[in-house]
């Protein structure tokens, strides 16, 4: 089966960086587009990030313009996102997607707070 695996969220001060991690496996990696969303309190799931198969296309939020690179390996099934100059309001939980063939797909999420 499809499966997605998040890492590196944790506790950062505004200003400081965050790389996540998104290990895939039980699909073609290569062959898909992958997204990174994220989830706040209160909030709707929004669209971060997203990278084409080969990586050549990527787009962003208005929000994290700027701030956030999205990347993949497909040498190793896993899409990164950097995360620089951080906000508050990035706090969120964040999670990796992908559609297959097979139907959406996503991670169980990691935890970002920005917060003194």
């Known amino acids: 089966q499809v499966q997605l695996v998040e890492s590196g969220g944790g506790l950062v001060q505004p200003g400081g960086s965050l790389r996540l991690s998104c290990a895939a496996s039980?699909?073609?990696?290569?062959?898909?587009?992958m997204n990174w969303y994220r989830q706040a309190p209160g909030r709707e799931r929004e669209l971060v990030a997203g990278?084409?198969?080969?990586?050549?296309?990527?787009n962003y939020a208005d929000s994290v313009k700027g701030r956030f690179t999205i990347s993949r390996d497909n040498t190793k099934n896993t899409v990164y996102l950097q995360m620089n100059s951080l906000k508050p309001e990035d706090t969120a939980v964040y999670y990796c997607?992908?559609?297959?063939?097979?139907?959406?797909?996503w991670g169980q999420g990691t935890q970002v707070t920005v917060s003194s």
């Open positions: 990278i084409s198969p080969s990586g050549g296309t990527t």
């Open positions: 039980g699909f073609t990696f290569s062959s898909y587009t």
């Open positions: 997607r992908v559609l297959t063939i097979r139907g959406y797909a």
